[in-house]
């Protein structure tokens, strides 16, 4: 059974850090693409970042380049998002999806965790 468990979201202030993970588990994450997603209140899903499962290339949505980064460790199952430098626009409920290649569109995206609440306030 497919699996993806996020954790790590929280309160932080502007200018903050946090590291999000996600495991997988019930199947190869080598084999895959993984993306992270964001949900605000009242807006769509949006793409954050992507990671590629052949050579690791990486993308980032303009709002949130040079601020996160996306990597992953295939011995532990598990892709990391570590954002820095937060913003109160980057607080939604944040998402990690499995799908065959990487791409801004959810639909694209077979596998969800449940997601993380993360919430950058003063």
């Known amino acids: 059974q497919v699996q993806l468990v996020e954790s790590g979201g929280g309160l932080v202030q502007p200018g903050g850090s946090l590291r999000l993970s996600c495991a997988a588990s019930?199947?190869?994450?080598?084999?895959?693409?993984m993306g992270w997603f964001r949900q605000a209140p009242g807006k769509e899903r949006e793409g954050v970042s992507c990671i590629s499962y052949s050579d690791g290339d990486t993308y980032y949505a303009d709002s949130v380049k040079g601020r996160f980064t996306i990597s992953r460790d295939n011995a532990k199952s598990t892709v990391y998002l570590q954002m820095n430098s937060l913003k109160p626009e980057d607080t939604a409920v944040y998402y990690c999806?499995?799908?065959?290649?990487?791409?801004?569109?959810?639909?694209?995206?077979?596998?969800w965790g449940q997601g993380t609440q993360v919430t950058v306030s003063s």
């Open positions: 019930g199947f190869a994450l080598d084999a895959y693409a």
């Open positions: 999806a499995a799908g065959f290649t990487c791409s801004w569109f959810p639909a694209d995206f077979a596998s």
